[in-house]
């Protein structure tokens, strides 16, 4: 059974960088599926950040494109979010999440972690 | 940018049924999810490509669509189920996705 666990700082410096990491277990990150950053500010709904496909290709919220940047790292089975230059706009619970092939929805996520954002 | 448009809030007494309307422009040409969320847990998929139900998700729950608008039902809602519903999709370049606002279940 595929877990996804997020981990990384819970409070960042405003106009700093947030990094995250989601570890996968159970599954090869390699091995055909597809992976998803999407994020809940509190009190508020979900939003997506963006997903990573083959090859590296990748796709961001228009809102956040010039901001973030999503990886995978195949030695230690995982993958990466990073967005720059934080405001407290950007305080919430970031969620990692597996796409399925040729799917366009989120099978299994992680538990979540809250970010908050200080100034 | 694309969006999908739901109601803030549905209210049913138990054993009613609930129903949850989603619309957006795409959705005549892409599949829709739904996700239910309760406090403090992780989201989770409970209908995909318009009307599929994912292993273990109670017979209770159906999705349909019908041109721009594709509405997640319960039957028989049941305490348990009450939480927040998300409708999902691509826009129509299949590549950007989008989250509706959330929709609040209440079981009276």
């Known amino acids: 059974q595929v877990q996804l666990q997020e981990s990384g700082p819970g409070l960042v410096k405003s106009s700093e960088t947030l990094s995250l990491t989601c570890a996968v277990s159970g599954y090869s990150i390699t091995s055909g599926y597809f992976w998803g950053w999407i994020r809940q500010p509190p009190g508020k709904g979900l939003e997506w950040i963006g997903n990573i496909y083959r090859n590296g290709t990748s796709y961001y919220s228009p809102s956040l494109k010039s901001r973030v940047t999503i990886s995978v790292d195949t030695s230690k089975n995982q993958f990466s979010l990073k967005l720059r230059s934080v405001t407290a706009r950007d305080t919430a619970v970031y969620y990692c999440?597996?796409?399925?092939?040729?799917?366009?929805?989120?099978?299994?996520w992680g538990q979540g972690t809250l970010v908050t954002v200080s100034s | 940018s694309y969006e999908l448009t739901q109601p803030p809030s549905v209210s049913v007494s138990p054993g009613q049924t609930a129903r949850i309307t989603c619309s957006g422009n795409a959705l005549t040409k892409k599949y829709a999810y739904w996700y239910q969320v309760k406090p403090g847990q992780a989201p989770v998929l409970v209908i995909y490509k318009d009307r599929e139900r994912p292993s273990g998700i109670p017979e209770r729950f159906s999705g349909s669509s019908s041109g721009t608008t594709v509405t997640f039902t319960i039957s028989g809602v049941q305490p348990e189920d009450e939480a927040d519903y998300y409708c999902q999709s691509p826009d129509s370049s299949g590549s950007y996705w989008v989250f509706g606002g959330g929709t609040k279940l209440t079981v009276l």
């Open positions: 999440a597996r796409i399925p092939p040729a799917g366009s929805e989120l099978t299994h």
